[in-house]
C-alpha cells in the first residue's frame, strides 16, 4: 500500500492515545508521524516522545518532533518539522545534519525556493480547507501544487482540512503526502483506526 499520509498528533495526549496510534500505524498507509505540542513542559514532552518513538519503530514509520530541533537527538527521532516562525532554519539543519528536516511554505514559492536552499527534505504547503487545528491559518490555491511542482524537485506535503473526500484532487495535483489529523483524532462520527482507512 501506498504510504501517503503524514499524521500530525492532536494537541493533547491522553493514555488511550498510544493503543490509537498503534492501531492507527498498523494499517500501513502512514509514512510520517508528527508530535505537535507546543505548549508543554520539556520532561513531560520526552516521556510521551519515548512511549510514540516506540510505536512508529514497531510499525516503520518516520517520527517527527514540531519545531524542538534540539530535542530531536533525545527522543531518538528521524527529524523535525519547522514553522517560518520555529527559529533559525538554518541552525536547525546544521544541528539535525543528516536528519530529515520540514519547512512550512504557507502559499508561497519563495518560501519553499528558501527552503530547498536550507537543504529541506520536503516542503509543506496549506491551508488548502478550512481547518480545525489551525482555523485562523491562511488559505492557499491549490494551483500552487503545479507551480512548485514544475520549479521544485522535493516531496510535497499538503495541509489544513483535508478529509477523505478532497484528498485525491490533492494528490492528483502533484502532492505526494497528505498531512491530517483532525479528522482522525476528533472525528465525531468514526474511531481513529476506522478513519485512517479511508486514506488510500
Not at 46 to 63: G, Q
Not at 90 to 109: E, M, P, R, V, Y
Not at 140 to 149: G, L, R
Request: with cysteine; hydrophobic share 40%.
Amino acid at each position: 500500500m501506498k504510504k501517503l499520509v503524514y499524521l500530525i498528533s492532536p494537541n493533547e495526549i491522553k493514555k488511550q492515545f498510544y493503543d490509537d496510534l498503534d492501531k492507527v500505524l498498523s494499517f500501513g498507509n502512514v509514512k510520517f508521524f508528527q508530535l505537535r505540542l507546543k505548549k508543554i513542559k520539556e520532561i513531560n514532552f520526552l516521556r510521551i516522545a519515548k512511549k510514540i518513538r516506540e510505536i512508529t519503530y514497531k510499525h516503520k514509520v518516520k517520527f517527527i518532533i514540531n519545531d524542538k530541533y534540539h530535542l530531536v537527538s533525545k527522543t531518538r527521532a528521524d527529524g523535525c518539522h519547522m514553522g517560518q516562525l520555529d527559529g533559525s532554519i538554518k541552525i536547525a539543519k546544521k544541528k539535525l545534519k543528516n536528519k530529515i528536516l520540514g519547512i512550512t511554505c504557507h502559499d508561497s514559492i519563495e518560501l519553499a525556493k528558501k527552503a530547498v536552499k536550507y537543504k529541506a527534505n520536503y516542503v509543506a504547503f496549506g491551508s488548502f480547507f478550512k481547518s480545525k487545528l489551525k482555523p485562523r491559518a491562511r488559505k492557499a490555491d491549490a494551483k500552487i501544487i503545479i507551480e512548485v511542482k514544475k520549479k521544485i524537485k522535493r516531496p510535497i506535503v499538503v495541509i489544513g482540512g483535508i478529509n477523505n473526500l478532497n484528498f485525491k484532487k490533492l494528490i492528483k495535483l502533484g502532492a505526494k503526502y497528505i498531512a491530517i489529523s483532525s479528522f482522525i483524532w476528533d472525528n465525531p462520527k468514526l474511531k481513529p483506526e476506522i478513519a485512517i482507512k479511508k486514506f488510500k
